[in-house]
C-alpha cells in the first residue's frame, strides 16, 4: 500500500507515514494534517448541529402532535441523518 501525505502530495513508505483519524501525513506536516483533520471534524460536527436544532425540543415521538411535527419536518430530519452518515464516514465507521 503507498502513503500519500494529504498535505504535500508526496509518497511515502511506511515507515515514514503518519496517520490521524484516517489521514496519511510525512513528518514534516503531521501537526498540520491534525490541524486541519480537526477542523474539518468540527465543521461536520457543527453542521450537523445547525441542522438538528431546527427540530430539537420539537415532539417528533409516535403522538398526533408528533406526526404533524415529523410531516413537515421531514426534509429537515433527512438532512440530519444524511450529516451522521458524513461522520461516519469521516471517522470510517
Ligand atoms: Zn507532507
Same mark, same amino acid.
Given at each position: %500500500?503507498?502513503?500519500?501525505?494529504?498535505?504535500?502530495?508526496?509518497?511515502?513508505? $511506511?515507515?515514514?507515514?503518519?496517520?490521524?483519524? #484516517?489521514?496519511?501525513?510525512?513528518?514534516?506536516?503531521?501537526?498540520?494534517?491534525?490541524? %486541519?483533520?480537526?477542523?474539518?471534524?468540527?465543521?461536520?460536527?457543527?453542521?450537523?448541529?445547525?441542522?438538528?436544532?431546527?427540530?430539537? #425540543? =420539537?415532539d417528533? $415521538?409516535? $403522538?398526533?402532535? #408528533?406526526?404533524?411535527?415529523?410531516?413537515?419536518?421531514?426534509?429537515?430530519?433527512?438532512?440530519?441523518?444524511?450529516?451522521?452518515?458524513? =461522520?461516519?464516514?469521516?471517522?470510517?465507521?
Open positions: %500500500m503507498a502513503y500519500i501525505c494529504s498535505k504535500c502530495k508526496k509518497t511515502l513508505e $511506511s515507515h515514514e507515514a503518519y496517520e490521524y483519524r #484516517g489521514a496519511i501525513a510525512c513528518e514534516d506536516h503531521f501537526d498540520e494534517v491534525i490541524e %486541519m483533520r480537526d477542523f474539518e471534524r468540527n465543521e461536520i460536527i457543527q453542521d450537523e448541529h445547525n441542522k438538528t436544532k431546527t427540530f430539537k #425540543g =420539537l417528533i $415521538s409516535s $403522538s398526533e402532535i #408528533g406526526k404533524a411535527n415529523r410531516k413537515l419536518l421531514k426534509p429537515h430530519i433527512e438532512i440530519a441523518s444524511k450529516e451522521s452518515q458524513r =461522520l461516519r464516514e469521516y471517522e470510517g465507521r
